[in-house]
Nanobody
Framework: QVQLVESGGGSVQAGGSLRLSCAVS????????IGWFRQAPGKEREGVAS???????SYADSVKGRFTISRDNAKNTLYLEMNSLKPEETAMYYC??????????????????WGQGTQVTVSS
């Protein structure tokens, strides 16, 4: 029903930029939460950015001002533009979508659908 497929990950030097994409299928309309999470080795998965059901955008404090989340409704695609990347932001990045019975709460959203992840590696 709901499928999320990430792309755009790769290796970049510290201070560089990447843009991640997430192809979304299975939803009708755009009034649902969608966002990005990341998980570094040995660390908990953490929320990075999200778009709420009302279209509002939220960011983790650590990325605010450097990352931009956006959605192209016509293309059913979510994006995360990441600028001034830091080595500590090396992680698997996951696209996530709202599920009424999901187990992950972040900001005003409840997430339960996940993509396969795309690896981002930031070298110093």
């Amino acid at each position: 029903q709901v499928q999320l497929v990430e792309s755009g990950g790769g290796s970049v030097q510290a201070g560089g930029s990447l843009r991640l994409s997430c192809a979304v299928s299975g939803y009708t309309g755009s009034s649902y939460c969608i966002g990005w999470f990341r998980q570094a080795p040995g660390k908990e998965r953490e929320g990075v950015a999200s778009i709420g059901a009302d279209g509002s955008r939220s960011y983790a404090d650590s990325v605010k001002g450097r990352f931009t989340i956006s959605r192209d409704n016509a293309k059913n695609t979510l994006y995360l533009e990441m600028n001034s990347l830091k080595p500590e932001e090396t992680a698997m990045y996951y696209c996530a979508a709202e599920d009424l019975y999901g187990s992950t709460w972040w900001r005003d959203c409840r997430f339960g659908y996940w993509g396969q992840g795309t690896q981002v590696t930031v070298s110093s």
